[in-house]
Every structure is written in C-alpha cells, then in structure tokens.
C-alpha cells in the first residue's frame, strides 16, 4: 500500500514571496489533515478536510494560509505572502473513516529567509 | 486549554538499558493517545494506540501505559538499541476534537553504543 507522498521536499525562498506544497493522500482515506511543525516542537494542526469539505480551520493563518482538497483527494497548501516565522516542516496526513490512526507524509521543509 | 507535555526534550541512555518516556496531559476526558516515533528528515511512525478504555498497550518491546485520572502516559522501551533512536511524540486526541490530534514537543532519545 502507497504511504502519503508529499512535494516538494524541501523549499527555499525569500520573505514576501509565495509557495505551495502538495499531497497526495492513502487511497480511499477520507479526512486529510494539514500540520505545521516548527523546530523543536510537536506538529500543530492547521486544517482538516473530510472529503473535499473543511472540518476545522480555526488555526490556518488565513489572511496568508489557503489550502484546498478538490475532488476529495489531493491537497494543496499555499502561502501567500511567506514571513520568516513560516520557516517549518509542513506534514500532511490522512486517515481511513472509522478509524482512529493517522498516517504522516515526509513532509516538506520550507527555509523562508 | 487542553494541552500536551513531554519531560525530558532530550534523553542519552547506554545501550542495552530499560527506559521510560513521559507524557502529561490536562483534561482527563480524552478518546485516545498516541506515540509516534519521527527520524530527522522522515514523518511520523505510529509506534502505539491506547483507546480511552484501555490500560496499557504493547508491541514488541515497547509498552505503552495510560492513568487519564492522573493525566499520563509513559513509553517503556526495553533493552534499547542504537537504532532507538529518534525523537518521541505523544499526541492525544481529546474528547469532542473531531479526532484531531495534539502533540506534546517531543522527547529527542539517544542510544549509545
């Protein structure tokens, strides 16, 4: 069985530019969910979809986070404008209906410099 | 605010020593907690799931406890090996939080050899 695959890898950019990463979910897992985790920290969740439909938000930065699932399967996550705080690891994970494992994407680092 | 902590960030242990890792948490109602397992550069592993109702949990060498009265859990890892080593993450998925999991910052292991 395919993990959740994520790109890029890695991202370098500089403050006030944009960039979005992308993930690509288990087949047939119904919930993705988006974190951000900072150096030394645990991951924190930024957004949950259920299918294509958002579950909870209310920690996305939205005035320069977005994030999409369109047709219930892949997921983009945008920045728009990066600042230096968004330096981070950005996981993306996905989870089965009905049960209670979630499983985790490598992530992608993102260096806003 | 129900929130997730790891004592000590970072622990160094001999080879082939018992060792226990632990997490608190602050609202005893929870559906379940969670120890993963993350290697630099790589997601997270899913080591050990403990529903609400369960005591314990085990596989392989590795045991998992659960006292929600008390508000914590530890990880026993026996005979450790090198290959231990990585950084350990409690995550607790608490009750009414649409399974949402949150993360304590993680304890940083290093098995010497």
């Known amino acids: 069985e395919a993990g959740v695959a994520q790109s890029p890898r890695y991202k370098i950019i500089e403050k006030r530019q944009s960039v979005a990463f992308w993930c690509n979910p288990i087949?047939?897992?119904?919930?993705l969910y988006w974190y951000q985790q900072i150096l030394g920290q645990g991951p924190k969740l930024l957004i949950q979809?259920?299918?294509?439909?958002?579950?909870?938000d209310s920690q996305l930065p939205k005035d320069r986070f977005s994030a999409e699932r369109l047709k219930g399967v892949d997921s983009t996550l945008k920045i728009q404008p990066a600042k230096l705080e968004d330096s981070a690891v950005y996981l993306c994970?996905?989870?089965?209906?009905?049960?209670?494992?979630?499983?985790f994407g490598p992530g992608t680092r993102l260096t806003v410099l | 605010k129900q929130e997730v902590t790891q004592i000590p960030a970072a622990l160094s242990v001999p080879e082939g020593e018992n060792l226990v890792l632990n997490c608190s948490f602050t609202d005893s109602a929870i559906y379940n907690l969670q120890w993963f397992r993350q290697d630099p550069g790589k997601g997270l592993t899913s080591l050990l799931l403990i529903q609400s109702s369960q005591r314990e949990q085990t596989s392989g060498r590795l045991n998992a406890s659960l006292d929600k009265s008390s508000g914590r859990s530890t990880l026993y890892i026996a005979a450790s090996q090198p290959g231990d080593s990585a950084t350990y993450l409690c995550?607790?998925?608490?009750?009414?939080?649409?399974?949402?999991?949150?993360f304590g910052s993680g304890t940083q292991l290093t098995v010497l050899p």
């Open positions: 994970a996905s989870r089965m209906g009905g049960t209670d494992t979630q499983y």
């Open positions: 995550a607790v998925v608490f009750s009414g939080s649409a399974r949402q999991l949150t």
């Open positions: 087949s047939g897992h119904a919930t």
């Open positions: 979809f259920q299918n294509n439909g958002v579950v909870d």
